[in-house]
């Protein structure tokens, strides 16, 4: 689930190789001081027990005998990298290369990594091209070398250009002394969830690791963050749980949970859903989804349709590649599916972020050209669905440390990220900072409000489609919640909109946004939905029907509207409707009149040509006579300009 972990093993692994270089290199010790070469020996056998201290001493003594002792140096160095005292390392290092240019050619090889690692990116450059003027060098190192250049080349570049970057940390409420990490956000901005990773409590008999990984949630009260609690089981458990994203209407959480008795890898994918106020259960993806080996990071899509997580799994590009399985019809999920060489390298790519415009992907990688070690990039789909090269969001986001699980706020303006930078709460904790313009997803609002029965008040589960006006394509499809009746939509700006709210024995609810050539910051749609009972007199304005001003042609938009009304009698076979026209009273009556008569006549006959009986339809327009609202404004006469259906007969 957390980095880290990996990263201590491979330095234990460089460590060791590192020694065994120094001590088998093809060449002879080069200290005549038998002394200085007995402390040599020494060191070499504590390191090789681990015993890094004891070591280093060994060798302080030894160089201090003979300071021209250049393998006393260069196991210093290993020693001081280990122990992640890299300026001490970088300067063993260099004293070898004082000593003898020409004496073990790696040493270039290594310094250069070191100061790629802490950012002294011109001293890098100089030893990484000094490496590569040897002869028979590997071709992997070789490699490494010319891509760690660029990344030289680009790091230099975008210390001398930073972009604007001014991190505030989130505050006592969230951050505490332990690790906090891995955030989430639901579309409202109003829960915040995020992993803690602190010491294990007294009564746990979990074993492994000292710590614990757990999820803690904030929700927001006049605009401030409520101090932060653990989520309960069961959700939580005694093992570790973390790496979590939540759906835009905060009503699942799919998370990332390790050696459980259920899983199938190291780490798998599992989703728990809130009903009320409760959690159900966690349910692992499955086999189908989850591998033997390291699956984590999720984040869902807000259209719910479309999982992204981080995977070590076997036929990837590189050491951890990004994947996505999507919602198949059925309601299962699909075989997951590598996004590919733009997005995925040899190296790892990490932290999946999906902002809720379905088109901008933020994700870490230490593949792409960057800092140095992890960098956080985007990516935008193109007009075929395509992901386009990904574009390092720049220094100082990016530093030469690693730089990882960046969320994005639905309004697209503020990223939330966990660093451990000097002056925080504790060893980790959570920041927020304002994206600036080129970096910023597509703006995106949403509707928030409750679904009720419109007679008894009762709170109701019912579904919702959000569709595309201009291709009826589907964008979103969820349910309201089944105790509070709760919803959440996200709406991404420059489209127009068709909403259904359906039940089975109510009649539907339609509205329509136009959020077409929006720009600018825009509000939420804050809308609580009643739906009625299937009765006798009960009526249903189709917000979705549209016809070509001053006629009664319809638009290719209305299809949409349609169908849905075309299902629901199909669905509801006893019933018979009217349709009905309606109009402002602006002109004529006589002309209204007809008008209104002959768009009510029009549907009718659509439904008619779809295989409705007749029995089952009457159509009659009422011109201006029966307003809904006023005609003394613009709003207020399209709220008159209508058409509707009622229930005539059951």
């Keep these: 689930m957390y980095i880290k972990k990996?990263?201590?093993?491979i330095s234990i692994l460089i460590l060791n190789l590192n020694s065994c270089i120094a001590q088998n290199k093809g060449y002879n010790i080069t200290t005549k001081s038998k002394r200085a070469e007995k402390f040599y020996i020494k060191a070499l056998n504590l390191t090789n027990k681990r015993c890094y201290i004891d070591a280093e001493t060994h060798l302080k003594k030894a160089i201090k005998i003979d300071n021209k002792f250049i393998e006393a140096y260069l196991l210093l160095g290993d020693i001081f990298h280990y122990l992640k005292q890299d300026e001490e390392a970088i300067d063993a290092y260099k004293e070898t290369i004082n000593i003898s240019p020409d004496f073990f050619p790696l040493k270039y090889f290594i310094i250069a990594n070191i100061e790629l690692s802490v950012g002294k990116y011109e001293d890098a450059k100089k030893h990484y091209r000094a490496y590569l003027n040897y002869p028979e060098i590997s071709i992997e190192n070789q490699k490494k070398c010319e891509d760690n250049l660029k990344n030289c080349e680009f790091a230099i570049n975008a210390v001398k250009n930073p972009v604007p970057f001014k991190p505030v940390n989130i505050g006592d409420s969230i951050n505490t002394k332990n690790r906090e990490y891995s955030p989430t956000l639901t579309a409202d901005e109003q829960t915040f969830i995020f992993t803690v990773s602190r010491a294990k409590d007294k009564y746990t008999n979990f074993q492994g690791s000292k710590e614990e990984e757990d999820f803690y949630i904030s929700i927001k009260n006049n605009n401030v963050w409520t101090k932060a609690t653990k989520m309960r089981p069961p959700v939580n458990t005694h093992g570790n749980e973390g790496a979590g994203s939540i759906s835009s209407d905060g009503k699942t959480l799919f998370f990332t949970a390790c050696n459980r008795s259920d899983g199938y890898g190291s780490c798998d994918l599992y989703y728990s859903k809130q009903t009320g106020d409760n959690w159900t259960k966690p349910v692992n993806l499955g086999p189908h989804i989850n591998s033997n080996k390291w699956d984590s990071q999720p984040c869902i899509s807000s259209d719910n349709k479309t999982i992204y997580f981080a995977s070590a799994r076997n036929k990837g590009k590189g050491n951890m590649d990004i994947w996505e399985t999507t919602l198949m019809p059925d309601g299962k999920w699909g075989t997951p599916v590598n996004l590919g060489d733009i997005i995925n390298t040899k190296g790892k790519e990490m932290s999946p972020f999906i902002h809720p415009d379905g088109q901008t992907l933020y994700f870490a990688s230490d593949g792409h050209t960057g800092m140095g070690k992890m960098d956080i990039f985007l990516s935008r789909k193109d007009k075929n669905g395509n992901w386009t090269k990904p574009v390092n969001l720049g220094y100082p986001i990016n530093t030469c440390a690693d730089e990882n699980n960046m969320i994005v706020n639905t309004s697209g303006e503020i990223a939330c990220f966990s660093s451990d930078r000097f002056g925080g709460k504790g060893k980790e904790d959570l920041y927020q900072f304002l994206l600036y313009e080129n970096i910023r997803p597509q703006k995106v609002t949403y509707m928030k409000g409750i679904v009720f029965d419109s007679h008894t008040k009762t709170k109701i589960k019912a579904k919702f489609e959000l569709m595309d006006l201009e291709t009826g394509k589907t964008i979103v499809q969820s349910f309201s919640d089944p105790v509070n009746g709760e919803f959440l939509i996200c709406l991404p700006?420059?489209?127009?909109?068709?909403?259904?709210?359906s039940k089975k024995e109510y009649l539907f609810y339609s509205e329509n946004f136009s959020l077409k050539n929006y720009h600018s910051k825009i509000s939420p749609f804050l809308k609580n939905i009643p739906l009625?009972?299937?009765?006798?007199?009960?009526?249903?304005?189709?917000?979705?029907?549209?016809?070509?001003?001053?006629?009664?042609?319809?638009?290719?938009?209305?299809k949409i509207e349609l169908e849905k009304l075309i299902q629901f009698l199909k669905n509801n076979p006893q019933i018979k409707i009217e349709l009905s026209g309606h109009t402002d009273n602006t002109g004529k009556k006589d002309y209204n009149q007809n008008l209104s008569e002959n768009r009510a006549k029009t549907v009718y006959n659509y439904l008619i040509n779809k295989n409705i009986t007749k029995q089952r339809l009457s159509y009659k327009g009422y011109g201006d006579t029966k307003p809904v609202d006023t005609n003394n404004t613009e709003q207020g006469k399209a709220n008159n300009r209508r058409t509707e259906f009622k229930v005539i007969e059951k």
């Design 493 to 501: 700006t420059n489209k127009n909109y068709a909403l259904n709210v």
């Design 6 to 9: 990996y990263i201590l093993l």
């Design 532 to 558: 009625k009972q299937i009765k006798i007199g009960e009526t249903v304005v189709l917000k979705n029907i549209f016809f070509e001003t001053a006629k009664y042609d319809l638009k290719i938009e209305s």
